[in-house]
């Protein structure tokens, strides 16, 4: 015995052109871009790029942490910076770095793209840094 099933053709309702699900023919919302930043940075594992943007170098809970107890910050073009140093770290087969940028030091983990920690001019005199292989003064 051959039975065969009728396929019922679609409606138009039926597509969604627009490729997400459909909650009383309209669009389900799910949390805004600035949101999903926001709780990026509350885990510490931020991009530190230009707000926005999801690609860069990534800090750790760590250095958030000690930037923001010793007043740390980067402008968009120490950023820039920052990366490039990083990049060269990684060109030249560096695993952890130490970056020195003006008034600030900056370890960094190459292989993993994350800042480890930041000092400031302040905390800089008579520290030890241990476990780097590489230093990029910019």
Known sequence: MNVVNKIKPLETGDLNPVGGPRKNDSLVQ??????????????????????????????????????????????????????????????KGGRDSLILMNDKAVIVSVKNNTVITVVDKASLKENVFTNIDSTIVI
């Open 30 to 91: 799910g949390p805004s871009f600035q949101d999903t930043l926001t709780n990026l940075s509350k885990t510490g594992a931020t991009s530190a790029s230009s707000p926005g943007s999801l690609a860069g170098l990534k800090f750790s809970n760590h250095a958030v942490e000690r930037m923001r107890s010793r007043g740390v910050t980067f402008s968009p073009e120490q950023m820039e910076k920052l990366e490039s140093a990083v990049k060269k770290a990684a060109d």
